[in-house]
């Protein structure tokens, strides 16, 4: 018994002498938290305000204790990044010339006001990406992991309670029933987005965990993220799980993968047709479909569309600054109904739009060509670093990491989840941890093995 602890006590010391892991950890443990839950009822915004003022400070804190102290746990630094894969370095390079544009592209925009305040936040949100990439969350991310679950699981519960009306948490004034399932959320499509990752995460969980009980909390999670997903009807989100899931399968069972991709689809198609709202609005797609009427299949989403293209035309290099999309939406609609020659109206009274419903399509209308080619890349290059690695290695973590990645830029196709912190926060903490475990040396992926 006296050496087993001779063993031990050295790991405990060096675990203790790693201050800025805890902190940083318990600060993004934190953010998952109040990002998902925390609303203020007397605010303007009274979901979004408080959510950004806590992931705003709580990553500045995390930022801070994880960088400024010291690594004294004896771990083995990363390895060069030039000995990196290609695909990693790209990763790496294009998100940092995205970022160096986009600031310049604040400082000519000619809001210049609007866009250098919308820089500070998007300079701190993109903090992430490094702590993701940082031994905090190396040491803490299945504990953190367990937040974002153990968080979405409340909403999920508030979510179906709302739409049973049997709980309503406070008065919200909606256009349709569909809108009052947002729980401490605020907006379906945000909490169904942060339900589709929560799916694959939990799915992912029941696939690879190694005690029983883990696998049974994740599976039993997972039933209910996906009920509060069909209570939500947000097609975008279930793309987002279905595209998430297929790359999860894949990467875990390769050619026998077909017929648990199979199995999610006849599942997905069975509830569809059992829940009566979501079948509902099936008819009323493939109705749409039937006619051509385009503006009905993709949500009105296309006057938002032809704004950013506008807006991207006719500033291409630089754009109108991050943050202008809101500000300059009307004149450049108006301006992309004449060039069409049509008319791009959403009959909701919600008809205006301060996000262009894309977050790629977005990068180009806000910051120009040039930043949103090298964001589209860097996200390509993404892909090609952590799905070689999950690939290669066949490690639950990078078949998770991937598929969660995948999820979330699906999502962003038809939604803006890099713009909300309830689905920014885990997301970008994902493609950071993502990004590190893709190296191709050992030392490298070590740290949470």
């Given at each position: 018994?006296a050496?087993?602890?001779?063993?031990t006590?050295p790991?405990?010391?060096?675990?203790?002498?790693?201050?800025?892991a805890?902190?940083?950890?318990?600060?993004?443990?934190?953010?998952?938290?109040g990002?998902?839950?925390?609303v203020?009822?007397?605010?303007?915004?009274?979901?979004?305000?408080?959510?950004?003022?806590?992931?705003?400070?709580g990553?500045?804190v995390?930022?801070?204790?994880?960088?400024?102290?010291?690594?004294?746990?004896?771990?083995?630094?990363?390895?060069?990044?030039?000995?990196?894969?290609?695909?990693?370095?790209?990763?790496?390079?294009?998100?940092?010339?995205?970022?160096?544009?986009?600031?310049?592209?604040?400082?000519?925009?000619?809001?210049?006001d609007?866009?250098?305040?919308?820089?500070r936040?998007?300079?701190?949100?993109a903090?992430?990406?490094?702590?993701?990439?940082?031994?905090?969350?190396?040491?803490?991310?299945?504990?953190?992991?367990?937040?974002?679950?153990?968080?979405?699981?409340?909403?999920?519960?508030?979510?179906?309670?709302?739409?049973?009306?049997?709980?309503h948490?406070?008065?919200?004034?909606?256009?349709?029933?569909?809108?009052?399932?947002?729980?401490?959320?605020?907006?379906?499509?945000?909490?169904?987005?942060?339900?589709?990752?929560?799916?694959?995460?939990a799915?992912?969980?029941?696939l690879?965990?190694?005690?029983?009980?883990?696998?049974?909390?994740?599976?039993?999670?997972?039933?209910?993220?996906?009920?509060?997903?069909?209570?939500?009807?947000?097609?975008?989100a279930?793309?987002?799980?279905?595209?998430?899931?297929?790359?999860?399968?894949?990467?875990?069972?390769?050619?026998?993968?077909?017929?648990?991709?199979?199995?999610?689809?006849?599942?997905?198609?069975?509830?569809v047709?059992?829940?009566?709202?979501?079948?509902q609005?099936?008819?009323?797609l493939?109705?749409?479909?039937?006619?051509n009427?385009?503006d009905?299949?993709?949500s009105?989403?296309?006057?938002?569309?032809?704004?950013?293209?506008?807006?991207?035309?006719?500033?291409?290099?630089?754009?109108?600054?991050?943050g202008t999309?809101g500000?300059?939406y009307?004149?450049?609609r108006?301006?992309?109904?004449?060039?069409?020659?049509?008319?791009?109206?959403?009959?909701?009274?919600?008809?205006s739009?301060?996000?262009?419903?894309c977050d790629?399509?977005?990068?180009?209308s806000?910051?120009?060509?040039?930043?949103?080619?090298?964001?589209?890349?860097a996200?390509?290059a993404?892909?090609?670093?952590?799905?070689?690695?999950?690939?290669?290695?066949r490690?639950?973590?990078?078949?998770?990491?991937?598929?969660?990645?995948?999820?979330?830029?699906?999502?962003a196709l038809?939604?803006?989840?890099?713009?909300?912190?309830?689905?920014?926060?885990?997301?970008l903490?994902?493609a950071?941890?993502?990004?590190?475990?893709?190296?191709?040396?050992?030392?490298?992926?070590?740290?949470?093995?």
């Amino acid at each position: 018994m006296a050496k087993k602890r001779r063993k031990t006590a050295p790991s405990l010391r060096r675990e203790a002498r790693d201050p800025g892991a805890i902190v940083g950890a318990v600060a993004l443990a934190l953010v998952l938290a109040g990002t998902a839950l925390v609303v203020d009822t007397e605010a303007a915004a009274a979901f979004d305000a408080p959510k950004r003022l806590i992931a705003l400070v709580g990553i500045a804190v995390a930022a801070a204790a994880t960088f400024a102290f010291p690594r004294t746990d004896g771990t083995v630094p990363a390895p060069p990044l030039l000995a990196s894969p290609l695909a990693r370095r790209l990763a790496l390079g294009l998100a940092a010339a995205a970022f160096a544009l986009a600031f310049v592209s604040a400082l000519a925009s000619p809001r210049r006001d609007i866009a250098l305040d919308a820089m500070r936040s998007i300079a701190i949100f993109a903090l992430l990406l490094p702590l993701g990439a940082s031994r905090t969350v190396a040491k803490a991310g299945r504990w953190l992991a367990g937040v974002f679950l153990a968080s979405t699981a409340v909403n999920a519960v508030v979510s179906i309670l709302e739409s049973r009306n049997l709980f309503h948490p406070f008065p919200l004034e909606t256009f349709g029933a569909r809108q009052e399932t947002g729980a401490f959320a605020g907006n379906v499509g945000y909490l169904a987005l942060a339900l589709a990752l929560a799916v694959v995460l939990a799915l992912g969980l029941v696939l690879t965990a190694r005690l029983p009980g883990a696998r049974l909390a994740a599976g039993l999670a997972g039933v209910l993220f996906v009920a509060a997903l069909l209570v939500n009807q947000n097609l975008t989100a279930l793309t987002a799980t279905l595209a998430g899931v297929a790359v999860l399968l894949v990467v875990l069972y390769r050619r026998r993968a077909i017929l648990p991709m199979a199995a999610a689809v006849i599942a997905a198609a069975l509830a569809v047709a059992a829940y009566a709202p979501l079948r509902q609005r099936a008819h009323e797609l493939v109705a749409a479909a039937r006619t051509n009427d385009w503006d009905a299949i993709v949500s009105f989403r296309g006057g938002a569309w032809a704004a950013a293209g506008e807006m991207a035309r006719e500033r291409p290099w630089l754009g109108y600054g991050p943050g202008t999309f809101g500000a300059e939406y009307v004149p450049h609609r108006l301006s992309a109904e004449i060039r069409a020659r049509r008319r791009f109206v959403a009959p909701l009274m919600t008809s205006s739009y301060a996000e262009a419903h894309c977050d790629y399509l977005q990068v180009f209308s806000d910051a120009g060509v040039p930043a949103g080619l090298a964001v589209v890349g860097a996200v390509a290059a993404l892909f090609a670093a952590i799905g070689a690695a999950a690939w290669r290695r066949r490690t639950a973590e990078a078949a998770l990491l991937f598929a969660v990645v995948a999820a979330g830029a699906t999502g962003a196709l038809t939604w803006f989840p890099l713009q909300r912190p309830v689905i920014a926060v885990p997301l970008l903490l994902a493609a950071g941890r993502a990004w590190k475990i893709s190296a191709d040396t050992a030392d490298d992926v070590g740290e949470n093995a």
